[in-house]
């Protein structure tokens, strides 16, 4: 048994929180609590904000112990040209990390998305060969580059879409898929294991979080290709789960996300929660109640995904409301312009208590590798 009772929907949760604590009292920040459970917390930056706000900047020293870079390792940022490379923004990223002992996150090598201009005319007109080396060439560039700093990559990013049609759920509005098959998948991990032996491989997704039938179809696709991949001896060490939750307009159930993660756990694999936040569109106007319920759905989340002994860590993609991509997506933000208030610091870089909810989570936690009593 969980040592928590499962209930039916996170937004059933009757969790009552404190307020949250002003960051200038500066107690112990989350990657503390994470530390003690053999466990990290972190988030995803963007080098200019270390570099410009400092406040910022002391948040993130304070808060992590794992960093990501929000867009500075993808590819349409890094390879304006063929062959021609700027890695300077994510060499910021990593430095910072370094200097303040913290764990760093290679996000992402293969993706369907956020590609440069060039890459996709060059696909089309490539043979096989030049087709696979166009994926490739990026694994080999950027993986060497950051060896020894960077200890897990996301090698594919987003592979399903049960949506665009396909009876086995994968992505098929894919540059990769449409050009090498599902097997750009095995050449993507065989040439990152290859390149960096010591690294750990991460497939990412999302949308496998809720208690909903897109969700499910998510989540049976992403079984189902794990299935063919492992018969394949494709070597994939863990599973990204992004975690950007909707709880007005899906409900998360604690006992079937738990069933799922026990699932992913059963082929051996590691897992993270990589990009973990929260649209509280459509939630109530007044924003004191809004982030309580926010948080009570954000501590039941957490709350299952610490209960598996193979989650390693908890990633908010970005840190403080103020940097936050829901204010600004069509889907998410709110149309009077207030900030939308889904990560653990506000945009005044206060904590919230969706800070209190995590940190929370980690303390009640077990040690990781353990099973919860």
């Known amino acids: ?26 107690p112990p920040g989350l990657a503390t609590h994470a530390r ?14 270390l570099r410009e706000d400092a406040g910022f900047t002391q948040a993130v020293a304070q808060e992590c112990n794992i960093l990501v870079q929000e867009y500075e390792l993808k590819r349409g940022t890094t390879e304006p040209k063929p062959g021609q490379y700027d890695f300077s923004g994510a060499d910021q990223i990593i430095d910072f990390a370094q200097k303040h002992d913290m764990r760093a996150r290679g996000h992402a090598l293969v993706w369907y998305a956020a590609q440069p201009k060039w890459l996709e005319p060059a696909l089309q007109a490539a043979s096989d060969r030049g087709r696979r080396k166009l994926m490739t060439s990026y694994i080999t560039t950027a993986m060497p ?15 399903l879409e049960p949506n ?39 497939l990412t997704d999302y949308g496998i979080e809720h208690d909903s039938p897109r969700c499910e179809r998510r989540r049976t696709a992403m079984l189902k290709l794990l299935d063919r991949l492992k ?17 007005y307009k899906e409900e998360f159930n604690e006992r079937r996300f738990a069933d799922f993660l026990d699932q992913l756990r059963g082929y051996g694999l590691k897992l993270e929660i990589t990009e973990f936040d929260i649209a509280d569109i459509g ?27 193979a989650m390693q860590a908890v990633l908010c993609w970005g840190l403080s409301d103020r940097y936050s991509w829901l204010s600004n997506y069509k889907d998410y933000k709110w149309p009077d312009g207030q900030l939308s208030r889904g990560l653990p610091l506000d945009g005044s870089l206060r904590r919230k208590p969706l800070w209190d909810a995590i940190a929370a989570a980690f303390d009640d936690a ?5 099973h919860a009593a």
Not at 36 to 49: C, D
Not at 231 to 247: F, M, T, Y
Not at 286 to 308: C, M, Q, T, W
């Open 1 to 26: 048994m969980k040592r928590r009772e499962f209930l039916t929907g996170g937004m059933a949760l009757a969790a009552t929180l404190p307020a949250g604590v002003a960051a200038a009292a500066m």
């Open 231 to 247: 018969a394949r001896d494709v070597p994939i060490d863990a599973i990204g789960i992004q975690g950007h939750l909707k709880p």
């Open 366 to 370: 077990p040690p990781a590798g353990r």
């Open 283 to 309: 939630g109530p106007p007044n924003p004191a109640k809004r982030d309580s319920e926010v948080a009570s759905v954000g501590r039941a989340f957490i709350d299952v995904a610490l209960d598996n002994p």
């Open 145 to 159: 580059r950051y060896a020894g700093r960077i200890q897990e990559w996301d090698v594919v990013n987003e592979a």
């Open 164 to 202: 665009d049609g396909r009876a086995d759920g994968m992505r098929a509005d894919s540059m990769w898929m449409q050009a090498l098959g599902e097997h750009y998948i095995d050449i993507a991990f065989h040439t990152a294991r290859e390149t960096d032996p010591r690294a750990t491989l991460f």
């Open 36 to 49: 003690a459970k053999g466990r990290y917390f972190g988030a995803a930056v963007k080098s200019r904000q």
